[in-house]
C-alpha cells in the first residue's frame, strides 16, 4: 500500500504541474508540492545599423577630401554588438580583423573618387557611406619630364701623354677629366652607361665616339662634350685644334680642327649641347648672349629651347696644365644644392674665380651656325 501512494504521488506531480501550490492528500499520506511556472525569455531584436570611422586619411564630414597621390592606404574600423560580417568598398570585400579594423589601397584617378564603403553586421543590418576624393596630380617638373623622355648623354676626353716626344705630356688633365665624370655620373643624372670617357684619345677614338654620338642622340636628348688637353691656334689661319695623343708636332694630318668638331655639333641632333674645354680654343666660335634669371620657370623656358654652348678655361693663349678652371668648375657642381644650374650660371659662378686664381680669361657663349635657339644646357641633380 505504501508503493502505491508514492507512485500515485508522483503521477500526481507530473499531471499537475502547472498548479503552483497544492495539497494532495491520501488516505494514509498527503504531498504538498511547490511548482513555479518557466519565465518566458523575451529576445529584443538588433535593428541597430553599425558604426563605422575612418581612420586614414582624416577625412572631414562635409569636406571634400584633396590628394596629390595617384594611390592612398584607406584604413577604417567597424563595430556592431552583434559583430561585423562583412566590410565592402566598392564592390570588393575587405579582410576584417577581430577588432574589425580594416584596410585598402585605392588607386585614383585624376578628379572626384567616389569611395562607396557598406558596412554589415551579422543581423543584416547594413551602413552604406560615401565620400568624395579628388586627385590633383602634382604639375610635372623639369626633372620629371626629363628623366621620362630625354637622356643626358656625356663624352669625356683627357689627354695626358703624346707619341710624340717632342709634344710636352701633361700631368693633370686626366685626372681633371675623372673628377668631372665622377661627379657628374654620380650627382647628377648622367648615367655611366650613357657616358663616354677616354684617356688618351687619339684622333680615331674621337671621330668614331663622335660618329656614334651622332647616331644615338635624338632631339630630346642633352650631351656634355669635355676636352682636356693641349690645343693650338693658328693665328695665321684663323683655325684652332685640339692635339690627340697621336698628333705629331710636324705634321697636323692627326690634329683635330675645331672646324671639325663645329661639323659634328651639326650632326649631333641635341637638344642642347655643352661643349668645355680645358684647351686653347678659337674665340671667333662664340657669340655671345645675356644672362637669364635663376627662377624654376626661366630654367624651362631655357630648356625648351635648343642650345648649342660652349666654355673653355682660356681665350687664345696657352692654359695651364694644373687649372684652375677645372677646379672651380668641379667645386662648384659639387658645392651646388639647387636642383637645376644652367651652364650660364655655372660659368658665370666660377669666371672671376678664375681670372683671379691665374692669368687664363675663360670664355663662354653660343657656337656659330649650330643651331642654338636662346636656351640653355641645364644641370639636373639626382633624387
Known sequence: ????????????????????????????????????????????????????????PVITEGKQYIS?????????????????????INSEIMEISEAGVFTAGLLLEPGDNVITVIVIDNKYNSLENKFVIEYS?????????????????????????????????????????????????????????NVKFIKNANRRDIINSLDKFAEIVTPKDNILIFYAGHGWWDEDAN??????????????????????????????QSKHTLLITDACFGGSIFKSRKAFPEAEKAIQKLYELPSRKAMTSGQLTEVPDRSYFI?????????????????????????????????????????????????????????
Request: aromatic fraction near 10%; charged fraction near 25%; charge should be negative.
Open 137 to 193: 596630380p602634382p604639375e610635372p617638373t623639369l626633372a620629371d619630364i626629363v628623366n621620362k623622355e630625354s637622356k643626358y648623354y656625356g663624352f669625356i676626353i683627357g689627354v695626358n701623354n703624346y707619341e710624340d716626344p717632342t709634344i710636352l705630356p701633361l700631368d693633370n688633365a686626366i685626372s681633371d677629366a675623372e673628377k668631372l665624370y665622377e661627379i657628374l655620373t654620380s650627382e647628377y643624372v648622367f648615367e655611366k652607361e
Open 327 to 383: 677646379r672651380f668648375l668641379c667645386e662648384r657642381l659639387t658645392d651646388n644644392t639647387e636642383k637645376y644650374l644652367s651652364s650660364e650660371q655655372l660659368f658665370s659662378s666660377i669666371r672671376m674665380a678664375v681670372i683671379n686664381n691665374s692669368d687664363a680669361i675663360p670664355e663662354y657663349g653660343e657656337i656659330r651656325n649650330v643651331g642654338d635657339q636662346g636656351g640653355d644646357f641645364i644641370f639636373i641633380r639626382k633624387e
Open 1 to 56: 500500500m505504501e508503493y502505491r501512494n508514492i507512485i500515485l504521488s508522483l503521477i500526481i506531480f507530473f499531471c499537475c504541474s502547472f498548479v503552483q501550490a497544492q495539497v494532495i492528500k491520501s488516505e494514509k499520506s498527503y504531498l504538498r508540492l511547490n511548482i513555479t511556472p518557466k519565465k518566458e525569455v523575451v529576445e529584443i531584436p538588433d535593428t541597430t545599423s553599425p558604426e563605422l570611422q575612418i581612420i586614414s
Open 68 to 88: 596629390n597621390e595617384s594611390e592612398i592606404n584607406l584604413i577604417g574600423r567597424a563595430s556592431d554588438e552583434s559583430s561585423i560580417a562583412s566590410v565592402i
Open 239 to 268: 683655325i684652332g685644334y685640339w692635339l690627340p695623343s697621336d698628333a705629331r708636332q710636324n705634321s697636323k694630318a692627326d690634329w683635330f680642327r675645331n672646324s671639325t668638331l663645329v661639323d659634328y655639333l651639326k650632326a649631333i
